[in-house]
């Protein structure tokens, strides 16, 4: 199909996939040069190698997972027009999401437990880095608890349909690279020492 053929409502449409699109690369190149900087850092005489990750990161890592496949299932409920479902999912995706929040600090509740620290004269490189990384993830999840908000007060005043799902779709894929991220650091602080 030509691009000049297309309707203002699908020029607006790519426009905004691909600004969000541009949003989520620029997300992956800071935290590959967080992650990148954790690695180059790790050489140091000070590193620590041998600490546990807190469960509670673990924990969180199956909440956000399932916060995923709610949001699935509220699209794949939208496009059946079943909107009573499609809300429920909605508002339980927020709620794996505020408990996905929660238990990221009870991780680092852990880590101070453990006489980790962010700053100060006990505190290390290493442990800084995983402070520093999965506290900036926990801020992007803020933002992408506000884009569910919105989507979930477009969805409660009826503006989404099976043919009108952009604004939801665009939440969706924001919401999924969260995910995808935080179990990609998980990983990362779990294998590489």
């Not at 880590?111 to 992007?140: C, D, E, K, N, R």
Request: charged letters at 15%; a positive charge; glycine letters at 8%.
């Amino acid at each position: 199909m030509d691009v000049t053929q297309t309707s203002p409502e699908e020029k607006r449409a790519r426009a905004k996939k691909m600004m969000l699109w541009f949003g989520m690369a620029s997300l992956i190149m800071g935290f590959a040069g967080w992650t990148s900087a954790y690695i180059v850092s790790s050489k140091r005489e000070d590193w620590i190698d041998d600490f546990m990750l807190p469960s509670a990161f673990f924990f969180s890592t199956v909440m956000i997972i399932a916060s995923s496949i709610t949001y699935i299932l509220a699209q794949k409920s939208l496009k059946k027009e079943e909107n009573s479902n499609c809300t429920k999912w909605l508002i339980l995706t927020f709620v794996l999401g505020i408990g996905f929040i929660i238990v990221q600090f009870l991780g680092f509740s852990q880590l101070i437990g453990q006489g980790y620290y962010f700053t100060g004269p006990s505190s290390s490189i290493t442990m800084s880095y995983i402070f520093l990384i999965a506290a900036v993830h926990v801020i992007h999840v803020l933002a992408g608890l506000l884009s569910l908000l919105v989507v979930m007060i477009k969805q409660f005043r009826g503006k989404y349909s099976a043919g009108n799902m952009l604004g939801m779709e665009l939440g969706a894929t924001f919401w999924h690279f969260l995910d995808l991220l935080w179990v990609y650091l998980v990983l990362f602080f779990y294998f590489y020492r």
